[in-house]
């Protein structure tokens, strides 16, 4: 099994903030609280809008989730849910939190080789997981994403910070990937950009790794098993490794 992560791996570190992305957070928001006063909703969009502008400032810079830790989306939702007098009960809090995510457009595109990799996974009979952190994604929502980047045929199951209730690099993003696959550590490989999320959690679980570098500088050194400048060498490293047993 392949778990790979998405922020500079998949697509660029960068993430495009665009003004009309507010406007759709709103459009969204109205349809996530039917039965709500419009007034109600508006103030709710307001202060949700106002209290994650620091985040999706950070993430203008890099999609790696920068937001606190002890600060997940969850308790920003709850607490401006709080504010505006709306219960924050746990559909509530997903049905905003999907709203808040924003969707992925024209000016979001994959790194180059990206769906090439991900079909050549298909291609050596080994299933694909998406492992990431993110903030308002979870997989309900990545999955959205990749059909509309079209290489969502390639991917057998996405597992999000949102969905185990951990940020890389606690393992429970990956430990959550072996459930749902029913593997052990030692046949998963995991493709990511980030020495301390992807590979030295990956590592300390006993999986094997490739640390790739396509919207990064070249790493000083890795302990990863290989490293890959782009995602077609990456292919080409991971072939190596499932040659070489």
Known sequence: MALIDVGGTLWPNSWPIRKADAVGR???IRAAMPGTEPATVEALADDLIESSRPGD????ISTENLVSINSPAEMLITRCLSRNGLPAD???IRRIRRAMSIPISDQMKLLPGAAELLSEIRAMGMRTVIASNTYWRDADSY???FQVLGVAQHIDAI???VDAGHLKPHPAVFEMA???AAVPADRCIVIGNREANDIEPALA???R???VHPDDPPPEKSRAHAVAPDLWACAQALRDMLDSG
């Open 57 to 60: 400032e950070a993430r203008t």
């Open 143 to 145: 999955w959205d994403d």
């Open 159 to 161: 597992v999000t910070s």
């Open 209 to 211: 790794t490739i640390l």
């Open 90 to 92: 746990a559909d509530t």
């Open 178 to 180: 072996m459930r749902w």
């Open 205 to 207: 679980l006993g999986m």
């Open 26 to 28: 709103r459009l969204r």
